[in-house]
């Protein structure tokens, strides 16, 4: 399991024109000298120094790129056409490698950032789960818990840690970096947490960092889905820094030259370029307006309670979010209140705990499934959800969501 080793295996050993790392042996001047017997030494300089700018690459193709630049290790989420989709096999190879540089003294902070200009990382790859999950295949219990045991360790992660959330952010993109001590959105960003409408919930420790947000705008993002654009990813708090998409390159170049930097160089570097970002700046946050029926509405004892509210309030905003609330499943939203109750007095550690064994809950459940189908597969927007409304939801059923799973449980370091 990839909690219980950090340890890279031999074959993913740095390749050198084809070979192991141990090629670069290869580069040993003697040898050269043999090869290119007629060339003068600056010229042989040239070629060794070709040859090792060679060995630097990567393979472009790959899913995710995991490259040492400067003094950062850099992480690329590589599959653009899915906007940057988050894999099993994705996780399983980010994972060691943050855990060594995590340990490695001459890798100062850790970037991650998605390739193509449209997304982060727009989710999980939801349909490989409901496929497995289906099936029994043990996918629907190794990327949840691999996915949260990846979102620990960003969590934890000892080294300065900064999300370049560029584009879209949802679901499994949130977990890869709302967690690290940088994220940083641009006038692209679109962040949501849409899973009560595919009958999942926020998860990736949503909540952890949800019920932190200002008043109840976490409750409020949960339950809704709501989309936050922009500089208001920044305003919400789910951002440390706003910047131009345009200025990305410039930024992750000046965190890249920093010569052993502390955390305090990094945020020097990111508070510069925020401050002279003049993109949106007298802009209002969108829900600026509507906090306090925010905090008033989503404040409750139970998701009954909210609608209630909701109903007796009647205004045009309030009667949008019953409208909205309507569409998802029952379920997910009373095991999302519930989550986001209990999560604002756990640690990070206990959140993913309690989320693994909701995600357990969910693939034993119908919702689901029924949510992809709907909203991902047949697009017809339909579901069906099984229980159909709230009511029927019982106490006893969500006690059996948050249930320990025994030996079967999360093991976090």
């Known amino acids: 399991m990839a909690s219980s080793t950090h340890a ?3 074959d993913a050993l740095p390749r050198v024109g084809g070979c ?36 630097k690459m990567v393979d472009s193709s790959a899913e995710v790129l995991l490259e040492k630049k400067g003094c950062a290790g850099v992480i690329t989420l590589n599959r653009p056409k899915a906007l940057n989709a988050l894999t099993l096999s994705m996780i399983r190879q980010i994972y060691p490698q943050l855990k060594t540089w995590e340990q490695d003294p001459d890798t100062f902070l850790i970037i991650i950032k998605g390739a193509g200009g449209k997304a982060f990382c727009a989710g999980g790859d939801i349909r490989a789960v409901t496929e497995a999950g289906r099936s029994g295949n043990r996918l629907a219990q190794d990327f949840f818990r691999e996915e949260y045991i990846l979102n620990n360790a960003i969590g934890s992660c000892r080294k300065p840690y900064v999300a370049l959330i560029d584009g879209i952010t949802m679901g499994g993109g949130v977990g890869l970096s709302v967690h690290g001590q940088f994220r940083v959105a641009t006038e692209k960003t679109l962040f949501a947490m849409p899973e009560t409408a595919i009958g999942l919930f926020p998860d990736v420790g949503g909540g952890y960092f949800l019920p932190k947000l200002p008043g109840k705008l976490g409750y409020f993002l949960a339950l809704t889905g709501f989309r936050l654009k922009g500089r208001d990813v920044h305003k919400a708090g789910v951002a440390t820094h706003f910047i131009e998409a345009e200025k990305m390159a410039a930024v992750e170049k000046d965190l890249l030259e920093l010569k052993s930097p502390s955390k305090e160089n990094v945020a020097g570097v990111l508070d510069s370029y925020h401050k002279k970002c003049k993109f949106d700046q007298e802009k209002e946050f969108i829900l600026g307006e509507h906090m306090d029926k925010i905090n008033s509405l989503f404040s409750a004892k139970s998701m009954e309670e909210i609608i209630q ?87 006893e059923f969500l006690d059996s969501c948050f249930k320990s799973l025994g030996s079967n449980d999360l093991e976090l370091q």
């Open 8 to 10: 890279l295996p031999a």
């Open 309 to 395: 509210k909701l109903t007796k309030d009647g205004s045009p905003f309030a009667l949008q979010q019953l409208e909205t609330i309507a569409k998802m499943s029952p379920t997910s939203l009373k095991m999302t209140f519930r989550q986001l109750t209990e999560g604002a007095s756990l640690s990070l550690q206990d959140v993913l705990i309690m989320e693994y064994r909701l995600s357990q809950a969910c693939m034993r459940g119908h919702d689901f499934y029924e949510g992809v189908r709907a909203v991902l597969i047949d697009k017809d927007q339909s579901p069906k959800w099984e229980p159909a409304t709230l009511e029927e939801v019982t106490d």
């Open 20 to 55: 192991s790392g141990d090629a670069m042996g290869l580069l040993a001047a003697p040898i050269v000298r043999r090869q290119l017997p007629r060339l003068k030494p600056f010229n042989r300089l040239q070629v060794i120094l070709q040859h090792l700018n060679m060995s």
